[in-house]
């Protein structure tokens, strides 16, 4: 099946298309679907209790599929979140000569017979993209040898894991959130332009495309938000996970007013407009970071007793 706007191959029964955001659906179930809408929109104006996971599914359901019980199975290995909360760590068991990439630096251990190569994904250009990115300009592929072989990855900051089973989709994500990836995904940073690094995301952005596991990482805890159609939401930009390639969003202060912005305690804000879904971590690690500056002492700068020999 291929998209009638940009003839992307998308599978069967799938709402909008993971590379220009087109939707799929017949005019019936469109008609359906508005109407769905249409009720939904009236009981939360008339202020009923409901979320968008019991309107429209479980957190398994939509465009960022994920089981609740944090494991999956592969092409040729697979996977489970163990310990999923603040200290969350992704294992992967790998079938014989089955391989999987993470980002450098992710790996907490292997099986002995796992080979780790370490390559410039995307050649000379696609590595000085990644450094200005922000990212290593390497990227880590393990390899079981002769074998079965397992490998467990973990981000550098606490936060939970999540893994997400792209079926022909895109994503945005953050660079500091992404983990690991089958090999088949295509992982490309792409130029953000002035309003990312404004935002604090630097000036690229990693988007991500196919079908197969993808590994997301988080600060703080991962909560999904999804948009009706023509439904605006503002979020953080230091909050921000990853989010559907197709959803316009624009950046701007949250309160109006230099001045108030500044009393505000927040910076710029990222303006989505649904439809589309959104990830969302609990914590921001920059906030994070000034909250402990206060503590470490600036340089050249000494606390407490000291002994020169």
């Not at 069967?12 to 087109?22: E, H, I, K, S, V």
């Not at 959130?177 to 130029?191: E, M, R």
């Not at 206060?294 to 000291?306: I, K, L, N």
Request: glycine share 12%; aromatic share 10%.
């Amino acid at each position: 099946m291929r998209c009638p706007r940009c003839q992307n191959e998308v599978l069967p029964n799938t709402r909008f298309c993971g590379a220009c955001g087109f939707e799929l659906q017949s005019l019936a179930q469109q008609h359906s679907f508005s109407s769905t809408q249409s009720q939904q929109q009236a009981a939360f104006a008339q202020g009923a209790s409901y979320t968008r996971e019991e309107a429209q599914g479980s957190k398994s359901q939509g465009s960022f599929r994920f089981d609740e019980d944090g494991q999956g199975v592969g092409r040729g290995y697979t996977w489970k979140v163990l310990y999923p909360g603040a200290f969350a760590l992704a294992l992967v068991r790998l079938e014989p000569e089955q391989s999987i990439c993470a980002e450098s630096g992710a790996m907490v251990s292997m099986s002995a017979n796992v080979e780790l190569q370490s390559q410039m994904k995307g050649g000379l250009l696609g590595a000085l993209k990644r450094v200005v990115g922000g990212e290593s300009a390497f990227i880590s592929t393990f390899t079981a040898r002769g074998a079965t072989g397992e490998v467990t990855l973990a981000p550098g900051t606490p936060g939970d894991i999540l893994g997400i089973e792209m079926q022909n989709q895109r994503f945005l994500v953050q660079s500091s959130s992404y983990l690991a990836g089958d090999i088949t995904l295509q992982v490309d940073t792409k130029f953000g332009g002035i309003k990312s690094w404004l935002a604090g995301e630097g000036l690229f952005l990693l988007e991500v495309s196919g079908t197969g596991l993808l590994l997301l990482s988080s600060f703080g805890s991962v909560h999904k938000k999804i948009l009706l159609p023509g439904e605006k939401y503002v979020v953080d930009t230091g909050h921000l996970i990853a989010w559907e390639s197709h959803i316009p969003y624009t950046l701007r202060k949250v309160a109006r007013g230099l001045f108030r912005s500044f009393l505000s305690g927040e910076g710029l804000v990222a303006e989505f407009t649904g439809p589309g879904e959104i990830l969302i971590q609990t914590r921001n690690l920059e906030a994070f970071a000034g909250l402990l500056k206060p503590f470490f002492p600036s340089q050249g700068e000494s606390r407490g007793f000291g002994i020169d020999i």
